[in-house]
């Protein structure tokens, strides 16, 4: 199974960016979907953005669409998420993921999962 490790989380202002990175521990950043996810307090996991393969396909969630920005380094194995004009919503843990699918529209479709890392948004 692949490990990953996330870092960059932290404490933000309202209207400020972090950088999360997810770095995966073998050559799968070419051969995986790799995603971003999120889980608030008391609140169910949800979807945040994926990028394919060849980076060639990205998807948002609709509350982060224009905010946050998704994309990969092949020669380090590495996903990151740019996110920009954070909003107290946005607090959470944020989970990278890979999936061994070419396509992966489900949560379930994600088979590998990093520790997370907690962003906070103050207001």
């Known amino acids: 199974q692949v490990q990953l490790v996330e870092s960059g989380g932290g404490l933000v202002q309202a209207g400020g960016s972090l950088r999360l990175s997810c770095a995966a521990s073998?050559?799968?950043?070419?051969?995986?979907?790799m995603g971003w996810f999120r889980q608030a307090p008391g609140k169910k996991r949800e979807f945040v953005a994926s990028?394919?393969?060849?980076?060639?396909?990205?998807f948002y969630a609709d509350s982060v669409k224009g905010r946050f920005t998704i994309s990969r380094d092949n020669a380090k194995n590495t996903v990151y998420l740019q996110m920009n004009n954070l909003e107290p919503e946005d607090t959470a843990v944020y989970y990278c993921?890979?999936?061994?699918?070419?396509?992966?529209?489900?949560?379930?479709?994600?088979?590998?999962w990093g520790q997370g890392t907690q962003v906070t948004v103050s207001s």
């Open positions: 993921a890979t999936s061994p699918l070419k396509y992966a529209p489900r949560e379930a479709d994600f088979t590998s």
């Open positions: 073998e050559r799968t950043a070419e051969s995986y979907v």
């Open positions: 990028i394919s393969r060849s980076g060639g396909r990205i």
